[in-house]
């Protein structure tokens, strides 16, 4: 059973940065992608960043350019960077594994979910 457990969120002015990390204890299919979600209150849980074990990306629209998606396989170690943080950036982030073989950022094709990192952003 894989078990992901997230850390690296926090409260951070506009403009600002943070780095999430994502530790996934247990065994990993080698050939399945990872990714990152967020959802906001009173909203549906969207896809920010995948990445599949090739280390081809995925990115919302909303976040290109500021967050990059990286991995460490040998730690089993999933990361976002977030630059130019913006208030809607607000919301709880979780890391999903046991994805598919591309980098997909639908949530349904994770089997493996951590319990979420808050990530406030004032402006």
């Known amino acids: 059973q894989v078990q992901p457990v997230e850390s690296g969120g926090g409260s951070v002015q506009a403009g600002g940065s943070l780095r999430l990390s994502c530790a996934a204890s247990?065994?990993?299919?080698?050939?399945?992608?990872m990714g990152w979600f967020r959802q906001a209150p009173g909203k549906e849980r969207e896809g920010v960043a995948a990445?599949?074990?090739?280390?081809?990306?995925s990115y919302a629209d909303s976040v290109k350019g500021r967050f990059t998606i990286s991995d460490d396989n040998a730690k089993n170690t999933l990361y976002l960077q977030m630059n130019s943080l913006k208030p809607e950036d607000t919301a709880m982030y979780y890391c999903a594994a046991e994805g598919t073989t591309t980098a997909t950022m639908d949530p349904n094709a994770y089997n493996a979910w951590g319990q979420g990192t808050q990530v406030t952003v004032s402006a």
């Open positions: 247990g065994y990993i299919y080698t050939y399945s992608s």
């Open positions: 990445i599949d074990s090739d280390g081809r990306t």
